[in-house]
């Protein structure tokens, strides 16, 4: 596996509550990428990144920032989290823009 | 809105037969990839097939892809109980930065 980690990899949280998601990667890859998987919607991009300090955003962004200040971390930011965004949340890297290699994932459940 | 659209939704064989599944998209694309996910964990990267190339193999995986109707499909042989999984097709329709559009997933069942 490539080396990505996700932290935490699971949270329980309350509606309302900044969180805060982080995925760390040890191959200094340009790319990183947050995508959300809920059941009936495959995979959707959240925000991704193509260098430090540059991000844009995916398909389903509203509600979520996101941070990459050095090559090997990408945080991602609920400012207030919402049930709508319990989810199964993965990383993903990729050196190119084309293979992606995901982490293990971040089941989130806001309550 | 999603640009890969895979089929059939699920998909039970029995050990030792081929599984065939389909991908449809609506848009030119750079690439198309395919991804498999095993129950609780994260994606991994199966195949690319380029735009300009129609087949591909890697070990029991055949892809190809008709950039005229917009389709692809991955074929399994001779599939193993352990090839049980979601499988993903996913596009590159993008510029300078790369990314891509995943369809819904495949549930692929092989029973011993």
């Known amino acids: 596996d490539a080396g990505i980690t996700q932290s935490p990899r699971h949270k329980v949280t309350e509606t309302g509550t900044p969180v805060t998601l982080r995925c760390h990667q040890t191959e200094n890859h340009r790319y990183m990428y947050w995508y959300r998987q809920d059941p009936g919607h495959g995979l959707r991009l959240i925000h991704y990144s193509y260098g430090v300090k540059d991000t844009d955003k995916g398909e389903v962004s509203d509600g979520y920032s996101v941070s990459r200040s050095k090559t090997e971390d990408f945080l991602l930011t609920l400012e207030s989290a919402t049930s709508s965004q319990t989810s199964v949340y993965f990383c993903?890297?990729?050196?190119?823009?084309?293979?992606?290699?995901f982490g293990p994932g971040t089941r989130l459940l806001v309550l | 809105s999603q640009q890969g659209e895979e089929d059939p939704q699920a998909l039970s064989i029995q050990e030792g037969e081929n599984a065939t599944m389909n991908c449809s998209y609506k848009?030119?694309?750079?690439?198309l990839q395919w991804y498999r996910q095993n129950s609780g964990r994260g994606l991994v990267h199966l195949i690319l097939?380029?735009?300009?190339?129609r087949e591909k193999h890697s070990g029991r995986l055949r892809v190809t892809l008709d950039t005229s109707k917009k389709s692809s499909s991955l074929l399994i042989t001779a599939s193993r109980a352990a090839d049980t999984a979601s499988y993903f097709c996913?596009?590159?329709?993008?510029?300078?930065?790369?990314?891509?559009?995943f369809g819904k997933g495949i549930t692929l069942s092989v029973r011993p």
């Open positions: 996913a596009t590159d329709s993008s510029g300078a930065n790369s990314k891509l559009t």
């Open positions: 848009t030119s694309i750079n690439n």
């Open positions: 097939i380029r735009s300009n190339e």
């Open positions: 993903a890297i990729s050196s190119l823009g084309e293979t992606q290699y």
